[in-house]
């Protein structure tokens, strides 16, 4: 539960070599999965898992091969990262994941370039560190381990640091209740908000509350059986917080989805609910690649489209964004089968990533317009099998098959009761040939029931008429 576009005239250099001139929207190459992204000015910072190696996080600049930043040896699936950058500074908040025991956390800041220090850890981090910067400030989580590392049992007191990349700037320490978690950062002016937890035996409580280098300020926020977080402060002073309630709620709307984004102006304390025109994504893990965020005037966020459930497809994902006042809401890309699996935002620029068709990459797609209309749409990764009849050779048939943007998977002799793995493929776009192997008792069939599992795409099912 818990666990790039840059300016046009510039050009990004992708990891595995060579530059691709920047225009409206680019789309980048990067080894391995993306696990999170933020910009650097200028710059990105990328943090992902090549095929060797651990996770890394990188700068991408224009003119320069990628600039390893920091190299980790977390290598497991859920490993969580969180990256917060600007112009001026860069953090990063690390969290392995230690097989049902609390795995150790770690905390990176420094200058966007370079070279980062290490300024929290915990030997039993409970959840990632978050994280947040804004110019030149940085802030980040002290404490909230757990205790003993060995097996905890409680949570040590945490605080709120706010700092600077440059290690001569002395920190301020925001000392906060014991008794709470932080979750969550966001800076704003002077100050910013937290969002932090309340376990109790009963039920797991948040709240959200203001705070500054003189301490910790009002409640704007407290929720029972919620995981409430702030997304940050538009420039009017409203601000945006995400809910996902963990009770499921009151209804089948609120049960098909418990996540929702709202607004609590300066002037007025109602809730105003932002319409998303889906059911938020990762509300229920505040600051993290993925979750809701702020944008010049604009909100982010990742929605899932709820009139498709029950559907034996997957759930249409769409990367949205909207105006403070709920209005002038836009798509900027969606995909289904290959959905955008998290993003970064500033100003008029978004970034966001998801799955490559033909190989284990994942593409950074960068778009240096958010602004405009009309939002891309990432196709599924698709293949077709164009033969209708093959002939037996040698025990092995030859099957053509068509693969539009690539496409991996695994093919399967489909005739029994449980389908017999045949071979696996990975083919770059346009048509191939697949030659399969068949067993003694399927070269006595007439027909081959073919299936293949494509990865983030529909399965596909031929009968193909075997010739001798």
């Given at each position: 539960?818990?666990r790039c ?8 250099t992708?990891?595995c070599g060579?530059?691709i001139?920047?225009a ?8 391995g999965?993306?696990r999170?992204v933020a ?5 990105l ?15 991408f600049v224009?003119?320069?091969p990628p600039?390893?930043l920091?190299g980790t ?5 859920d ?6 950058g ?5 953090a ?11 795995g150790?956390s ?7 370039s370079?070279p980062?220090?290490e ?8 959840l990632a560190?978050?994280?947040a910067?804004s110019?030149?400030?940085i802030?980040w989580r002290?404490g ?7 097996g905890?049992t409680?949570?040590v007191?945490a605080?709120?640091v706010i700092?600077?990349?440059d290690?001569?700037?002395?920190p ?12 969550s950062?966001?800076l704003?002016?002077a100050?910013?908000?937290v969002?932090a937890l309340?376990?109790?035996f ?7 509350r203001?705070?500054?280098p003189?301490?910790?300020g009002?409640t704007?926020?407290?929720e029972?059986g ?5 997304v ?7 601000r945006v917080f ?14 098909m989805?418990p996540n ?6 300066a002037?007025?304390p109602?809730?105003?609910a932002l319409p ?5 994504i990762?509300?229920d893990?505040p600051?993290?690649?993925?979750s ?5 005037d604009?909100v982010y966020?990742r ?7 029950g559907?034996v497809?997957p759930?249409?994902?769409s990367?949205?964004s909207?105006r403070g006042?709920?209005g002038d809401r836009?798509?900027?890309v969606?995909?289904s089968?290959r ?17 490559r068709?033909?190989?284990?990459a994942?593409d ?6 958010a602004?405009?209309?009309?939002g891309?749409a990432?196709a599924?990764c ?6 209708r009849?093959?002939r037996?050779l040698g025990?092995r048939i ?12 695994a093919?399967?002799?489909a005739?029994?009761?449980?389908p017999?793995?045949?071979?696996e493929?990975?083919f770059?776009p346009?048509?191939h040939?697949?030659?399969l192997?068949l067993?003694?008792?399927m070269r006595?069939?007439a027909?081959?029931r073919l ?8 399965a596909?099912l ?5 010739r001798?």
């Amino acid at each position: 539960m818990l666990r790039c576009a840059l300016p046009l005239s510039v050009a990004l250099t992708v990891l595995c070599g060579g530059e691709i001139a920047l225009a409206a929207r680019t789309t980048t190459p990067v080894a391995g999965d993306v696990r999170a992204v933020a910009f650097l000015g200028d710059a990105l910072a990328i943090a992902h898992l090549p095929s060797r190696g651990g996770l890394t996080v990188e700068r991408f600049v224009a003119g320069s091969p990628p600039q390893p930043l920091l190299g980790t040896t977390l290598r497991d699936a859920d490993d969580q990262v969180q990256l917060a950058g600007s112009a001026e500074a860069l953090a990063i908040g690390l969290q392995a994941d230690a097989d049902e025991r609390f795995g150790p956390s770690r905390v990176f800041v420094g200058p966007p370039s370079g070279p980062v220090r290490e300024v929290a850890t915990c030997a039993a981090g409970l959840l990632a560190p978050p994280v947040a910067v804004s110019g030149a400030r940085i802030a980040w989580r002290e404490g909230g381990c757990g205790d003993p590392a060995a097996g905890p049992t409680a949570i040590v007191p945490a605080s709120i640091v706010i700092g600077a990349a440059d290690p001569a700037v002395a920190p301020a320490r925001v000392a906060l209740d014991p008794a709470v978690l932080p979750v969550s950062l966001v800076l704003a002016g002077a100050g910013g908000m937290v969002g932090a937890l309340r376990p109790s035996f009963f039920a797991l409580d948040s709240e959200v509350r203001s705070f500054s280098p003189l301490g910790v300020g009002a409640t704007l926020l407290s929720e029972r059986g919620g995981i409430a977080s702030p997304v940050g402060e538009l420039a009017d002073g409203t601000r945006v917080f995400a809910l996902s309630r963990l009770d499921g709620g009151d209804g089948d709307r609120v049960a098909m989805c418990p996540n929702t984004l709202f607004t609590i102006a300066a002037d007025a304390p109602e809730r105003r609910a932002l319409p998303t025109g889906g059911c938020p994504i990762d509300a229920d893990v505040p600051t993290g690649p993925s979750s809701a965020r702020i944008a010049a005037d604009r909100v982010y966020a990742r929605v899932s489209d709820l009139s498709r459930s029950g559907s034996v497809h997957p759930p249409r994902v769409s990367l949205v964004s909207v105006r403070g006042d709920g209005g002038d809401r836009r798509v900027h890309v969606s995909g289904s089968y290959r959905p955008p699996l998290g993003f970064a935002a500033e100003g008029d620029r978004v970034a966001y990533w998801h799955r490559r068709c033909a190989d284990a990459a994942t593409d950074v797609v960068l778009d240096g317009d958010a602004q405009s209309e009309g939002g891309a749409a990432i196709a599924s990764c698709r293949a077709s099998v164009l033969t209708r009849a093959a002939r037996v050779l040698g025990g092995r048939i030859a099957v053509r098959l068509r693969c539009p943007s690539g496409c991996r998977g695994a093919a399967s002799d489909a005739a029994g009761a449980r389908p017999r793995r045949l071979r696996e493929f990975a083919f770059a776009p346009g048509t191939h040939v697949l030659r399969l192997s068949l067993s003694r008792a399927m070269r006595r069939r007439a027909r081959l029931r073919l299936e293949l599992a494509v990865e983030n795409g529909p399965a596909r099912l031929a009968v193909i008429r075997l010739r001798r």
